[in-house]
């Protein structure tokens, strides 16, 4: 899987940003945006994962399979509430202080 895969990386403001690792956060992030989790191919023969709109609901997968996918790939999902754009980073670039004050246990 390739992290990073923002779909608009030039609007997104990296202090708004929140990382969300439990099943529950992402799934009600997720419900919140209207968006479903998808598995997209790449032309180098890879999977990643994303978010898509309800109305592309044709590449959707279900939540076992994402998160099936999301665990072995050691990733953490970054968040704007504000605006709801997403991206994947590796798990170990979180930085201090981007966990989302609203959950449990800050991430």
Known sequence: MLP??????????PSAEHALSDRSEIEGWADDAGKRPVVAATPGGSMRLD?????????AVDWDTFFTLYDSADVALLVDRRTDSHRFVDDERIPEGRADPRTPGGR
């Open 4 to 13: 990073e895969n923002d779909t608009d990386r030039q609007a997104r403001d």
């Open 51 to 59: 978010f898509a709109d309800e109305a592309d609901a044709s590449r």
